[in-house]
């Protein structure tokens, strides 16, 4: 029964030892990292609004409203900007606009999630197969 | 019940199914938000609901592994709890700091991370009550001196749940900090040291239930240990994908990814292998069944609908949609939540002294099961319409909502329905068993007594 207990808590024990090693791999050159200061505001302000529990970062939230890791982007600062000063009606909604931000707070805000935008994510969000179709046939025809 | 405080599990079984009730109340609310927006979108916003809703399961699958740890542990160390009057300060404590936190998510009061909404200063609370409950445990194993395998592998489990608890406690700046240690505490949560919890609870109860030997459990549950550690620590890397961490970290969580369902796959047979052969079953069948469908559906919903996910390859394609909401209904309901039911329903009948009418319980079991079940598959049909529509055709998350997945999303909301049925159910059933008078044995009348 000894023995038995001993291969086992060996066994188990690599992957520990290997997760270490990847582990200050990852996480040296993300500690290094500066983060700019309206960037951590504004991702504090993320953060006390809940964003999260409607929206996604990277996919992970709450899929009720659309993902924001490439909207700065998708959608440029200025029409951010504008979005918050004068939230519009959070569509399907009829009645309940999107929460807004006063001018400060929505710079923030876009400041962190410019930073966002930036993150090296490599193959997600994944090219839209069609789009993808749609630029070859494109590239042919001309 | 062997030991006077063992009672100690009571009133953490009874808030157990307080906060069950609150989480069903809220999840429907928010499933009804979902096609209907602007249901109690002014007095009950989808942001609080939906923080509730999560929140009250991590609380209430919490209170109900103490609640079966006070029961099981004098059962296992032959004596009675370090402190009794810990063990309620503990709860007061934990219970109080839970409904706080509940009410502060409806004024805003939130730290804004899934799962982890609780502020700094009840984190604090949360940390000391934590504490003092493994310190009464600890304690109590140690005077016993009596460590077997179930009591190390669960006070493990609840060690490292403690320890990865406090990794969510730090505000980073960098986004990418943020989700690494976010998903400490969440996978190595329900991936990693719940997983130990959760195995050790079932192998006590396959001991009770179906008079297994110590001896030959052991083997399985360390051969369990050992392949959740190999496969659920390195498993974290199918959640480093997409957070702008090294691209190394799609193989390794790839693979390790795959074999996750291997552990699982073992309690299943294990499960089923001490069912089959037992020497003699046990009379309580209700708990025995709970905990038979507790392991077949870890299986099926924490197994395979998270392993069909895990290659990067095929991740990147369904990341971000129901389809995780779906793996995460199905796994949380299997692997946690039958199992602290079935553990309620061994230990409650013992803690009051009655007997159990099973009919409640197998109807509560079955409507349960099968609402969340065919939950868990609608949210699947959501999360592929999803990735076909928006990752593929490139379509407008929103128009794809309200066009398209809203129609998998109202047979959502009637599973649900279907669920607080059950749930209605099974509460109902427990308050008989604490409220009612002793129910007249059957023999008894058969017997003309």
């Known amino acids: ?142 | 019940m062997r030991f006077e405080s063992q009672k100690a599990a009571y009133k953490y079984f009874i808030f157990t199914l307080v906060l069950l009730v609150l989480q069903v109340l809220f999840g429907l609310i928010t499933a009804a938000q979902f096609i209907w927006p602007d249901f109690m979108a002014q007095t009950m916003p989808f942001n609080i609901g939906r923080a509730i809703h999560i929140n009250t399961m991590v609380f209430w699958l919490l209170f109900g592994l103490m609640g079966a740890t006070y029961y099981l542990v004098p059962d296992e160390t032959d004596s009675e709890l370090y402190s009794t009057k810990l063990a309620d300060f503990q709860f007061w404590l934990l219970a109080v700091t839970g409904v706080v936190a509940v009410i502060g998510y409806v004024f805003g009061w939130t730290e804004g991370r899934e799962y982890i909404e609780a502020p700094r200063l009840l984190d604090w609370l949360i940390v000391v009550g934590v504490l003092a409950f493994l310190y009464n445990i600890g304690i109590t194993i140690i005077k016993s001196k009596k460590w077997n395998s179930i009591l190390a592998v669960l006070f493990s489990g609840l060690a490292g749940l403690a320890v990865m608890y406090l990794f969510g406690m730090k505000f980073f700046g960098s986004i990418s900090l943020d989700q690494f240690f976010w998903w400490w505490v969440i996978h190595f949560w329900v991936e990693g040291t719940w997983e130990l919890i959760a195995a050790a609870i079932t192998a006590y109860l396959l001991i009770k239930l179906t008079g297994v030997q110590l001896k030959v459990i052991t083997k399985w549950l360390y051969l369990e240990v050992t392949l959740v550690v190999l496969t659920g620590v390195l498993g974290i890397g199918h959640h480093y994908f997409w957070i702008g961490t090294p691209e190394y970290w799609l193989p390794i969580g790839g693979i390790f990814g795959l074999l996750e369902p291997l552990p699982i796959l073992l309690m299943v047979i294990d499960t089923m292998r001490h069912v089959k052969h037992s020497p003699e079953l046990h009379h309580n069948r209700v708990a025995l069944l709970w905990l038979i469908g507790a392991a077949f559906t870890h299986f099926v919903g924490a197994g395979l609908m998270g392993v069909v996910q895990t290659l990067p390859s095929i991740n990147k394609w369904t990341h971000g949609t129901q389809l995780t909401a779906a793996h995460g209904h199905l796994a949380f309901y299997g692997a946690f939540a039958m199992l602290v039911i079935a553990a309620m329903y061994y230990a409650v009948p013992n803690i009051v002294n009655r007997q159990v009418s099973s009919s409640k319980g197998i109807w509560a079991f079955w409507v349960m099961l099968i609402s969340m079940v065919c939950m868990s598959f609608i949210l699947f049909g959501a999360g592929i319409t999803q990735v076909y529509l928006e990752r593929i055709m490139g379509m407008d998350f929103n128009y794809v909502k309200t066009n398209f997945t809203n129609f998998w999303l109202l047979w959502r909301l009637v599973a649900g329905v279907a669920f607080t049925v059950g749930t209605i159910i099974l509460v109902d059933d427990f308050l008989h068993l604490a409220i009612k008078k002793p129910a007249v044995n059957r023999r008894d009348i058969d017997a003309g007594l």
């Open chain 1, 1 to 142: 029964m000894n023995k038995f207990v001993w291969i086992a808590i060996i066994i188990a024990l690599i992957a520990p030892a290997i997760f270490f090693i990847l582990l200050y791999n990852s996480l040296s050159p993300m500690l290094q990292e500066e983060i700019p200061e309206n960037v951590v505001v504004g991702k504090r302000l993320w953060q006390s609004k809940g964003c999260v529990e409607c929206h996604t970062l990277f996919g992970n939230g709450g899929y009720n409203a659309p993902d924001l890791t490439k909207t700065v982007e998708m959608r440029g600062k200025d029409y951010l900007e504008k979005f918050f000063a004068k939230p519009p009606m959070m569509r399907p909604h009829k009645q309940r606009k999107h929460p807004g931000l006063i001018e400060k707070e929505a710079a923030d805000l876009i400041a962190f999630l410019a930073f966002v935008n930036e993150v090296p994510i490599i193959g997600w969000p994944p090219e839209h197969a069609k789009s993808k179709a749609d630029n070859n046939s494109n590239g042919a025809e001309k």
